[in-house]
């Protein structure tokens, strides 16, 4: 893509369309000799609009995005492992008053258990005073 790439075909100089036209005063013959070949402009990267940021503001600016970015998507993978760590606590918080809930039953039957008994031995007492 030389300067002359992106202009119409009748405002391109002749010099780069035909390699019959007289040279320019500069212009000698060519190193390898190729006389009738088109002569083409240096291949310049700028021309395909390929360039770095021309101004230290602009550099800035795509810096400070970046990081803004950086930072943006830190907070959401935070936010999303705080999701995931709730939802974990919640869970084993569940399965320890289930637990929990689970061991005051056994409990409370053997009290229960330990009562009746009390009971009856109670009701034996007051029987073998009775028979007496």
Known sequence: MSSS????????????????????????SRINGKDWKM????FRVKTLGVSKPKSFKEREEKKLQEVQY????????????SIRKQRIDDLKK????????ERYELIAAKMHAKKVDRMRKREKRNKLLKER
């Open 39 to 42: 002569k083409k402009d240096a």
């Open 70 to 81: 950086k930072v943006r998507m830190k907070e959401l993978k935070e936010e999303k492992e």
């Open 5 to 28: 790439s992106n202009l119409k075909y009748e405002d391109i100089p002749k010099r780069y369309i035909d390699p019959s036209v007289p040279k320019g005063k500069g212009e000698g």
């Open 94 to 101: 569940r399965r320890e008053t289930k637990a929990e809930k």
